[in-house]
């Protein structure tokens, strides 16, 4: 019964390293999104996948690349760490079908020094 | 520019009262919403929704209703229990091709219900 799955729960990079976020789910659902939190802000999306080998842009997808080569994992990188990718990082899978909820990860808090 | 407006970033309610939580929004292409609720280190979990085409639904103590022309939405929760303290997120919900949804997520309201 794990749901979304998504690792390391905390990080602390430092500016300009590189790093995986990773987010796996069990439901195989074929929809999958990264989306970002800043404090006192709402989810902003960052990528979606709506299948395996398909990913698409969100609203702030700049400094972010994300693969989909199977329908359980997306993983998320940074590639050239920077402060302002501090943040928490949700990911979230649904069913394809009208009128489905998103299901959420419990997060990755990202820190960047 | 803010697609989808909590106004109120805080709420306290008494236990056994009715906790309003609002929300306006501004695009008329949003075709479904929702809303979720978050306990901290943890992902936000789906609570409840509403098709554009409907202006109410309940669900045992959760209530949203929808005003399309005045483009509000609101969610009452009746009576109000401290394990309902948490931060409430509406959710606003756009076609966006090739058979896809994306959502446009407010600020949130951190709700607080005093024993």
């Known amino acids: 019964n794990a749901g979304v799955t998504q690792t390391p729960k905390f990080r602390i990079l430092k500016i300009g390293q590189s790093m995986t976020l990773q987010c796996a789910q069990d439901?195989?659902?074929?929809?999958m999104y990264w989306y970002r939190q800043d404090p006192g802000m709402g989810l902003k999306l960052i990528y979606y996948s709506v299948g395996a080998g398909i990913t698409d842009k969100g609203e702030v997808p700049n400094g972010y690349n994300v693969s989909r080569s199977t329908t359980e994992d997306f993983p998320l990188r940074l590639e050239l760490a920077a402060p302002s990718q501090t943040s928490v990082y949700f990911c979230?899978?649904?069913?394809?079908?009208?009128?489905?909820?998103?299901?959420f990860g419990d997060g990755t808090r990202l820190s960047i020094l | 520019d803010q697609q989808v407006k909590q106004n109120s970033p805080s709420l306290s309610v008494q236990e056994g009262r009715i906790s309003i939580l609002n929300c306006d929004y501004t695009n008329s292409m949003f075709d479904y919403f929702l809303w979720y609720k978050k306990y901290p280190a943890e992902g936000p979990t789906f609570l409840i929704s509403?098709?554009?085409?409907?202006d109410k639904n309940e669900d045992g103590r959760f209530t949203v209703f929808l005003n399309k022309s005045a483009k509000h939405l609101s969610l009452h929760i009746v009576p109000s229990q401290p394990g309902d303290s948490a931060v409430y997120f509406c959710a606003a919900r756009e076609y966006s091709g090739a058979g896809s949804y994306q959502l446009t997520f407010g600020k949130g309201t951190k709700l607080s219900v005093i024993p």
């Open positions: 509403i098709s554009s085409i409907k």
């Open positions: 979230a899978s649904t069913r394809q079908g009208s009128n489905q909820p998103q299901h």
């Open positions: 439901m195989n659902h074929n929809y």
